[in-house]
């Protein structure tokens, strides 16, 4: 097998039924030796294309139901995430979006339209850049340097709806800001005409696993308005990532 064919090996391994698996299982399953599994499980972890339940045991990540359609409706994470999601979209009146990280990317896993008279081109299942969108900057505020730079370099030649290729040294000046304040804003940068505001979700273990955001039309939502919304959106990630089991330190 080369190493796509046995990363392949190792998801299909962890989609079959009556999981969690631990890795013992997920190697006889995917034919593969447990160093290997245990190497190829930790890539996908760190692209949220699989989760480590605690234990030893693994189960598909949201990623791959986003990348689905939206997948599972009743996971716990978008059943829970589903409540913040109506009231910042009843509190705000735009749209709201809950995306989760799929490698150099986030795939909107969730979609709340505003009640403007308007509809954002936006849907379910849909990939979004990380460098020039209000999610994607939010996870990768919350991502080690070494990280942010590695996916810099891999997508650095890959333009925005706008047209917009990332500089590196732009997007981590940027990402330091958004880190000092919480959340991060798109200024029409991943699509022309349109603004958002993002902040970073986590689950129980701190681990970044995606994002929400404000999306509006930016005759609607000025720079200022964005600003004034952020810690809101914030405030949203923050119970969306205290529901999942998140405790951010010095809660408890």
Request: hydrophobic letters at 40%; glycine letters at 10%.
């Amino acid at each position: 097998m080369n190493s796509i064919e046995k990363a392949l090996a190792v998801m299909r391994a962890l989609s079959a039924p009556n999981g969690p698996h631990r890795l013992s299982d997920l190697a006889e399953r995917a034919g593969l030796a447990r160093p290997s599994v245990h190497r190829i499980l930790q890539i996908l972890v760190e692209s949220n294309y699989a989760q480590a339940r605690g234990d030893g045991l693994y189960a598909p990540g949201l990623a791959i139901r986003a990348l689905a359609g939206g997948g599972d409706a009743s996971s716990d994470m978008l059943s829970s995430a589903e409540p913040v999601l109506d009231e910042l979209q009843s509190t705000t009146g735009h749209t709201i979006h809950f995306a989760v990280r799929a490698g150099d990317a986030a795939v909107y896993l969730a979609k709340v339209e505003g009640d403007k008279p308007y509809q954002m081109a936006s849907r379910v299942g849909m990939q979004i850049p990380l460098h020039c969108t209000s999610i994607g900057k939010a996870i990768l505020s919350a991502l080690p340097s070494s990280e942010v730079a590695a996916i810099l370099e891999r997508t650095s030649e890959l333009p925005s709806a706008a047209h917009r290729k990332p500089d590196p040294d732009l997007v981590l000046r940027e990402l330091a800001e958004v880190t000092r304040r919480g959340y991060s804003i798109d200024d029409e940068e991943n699509e022309p005409n349109v603004r958002c505001v993002g902040a970073v979700v986590r689950d129980s273990t701190g681990s970044v696993i995606g994002g929400i955001s404000v999306s509006g039309l930016a005759l609607m939502l000025s720079l200022d308005q964005l600003h004034e919304l952020g810690s809101v959106v914030r405030a949203a990630a923050d119970e969306i990532s205290s529901r999942a089991g998140y405790l951010a330190s010095g809660t408890g």
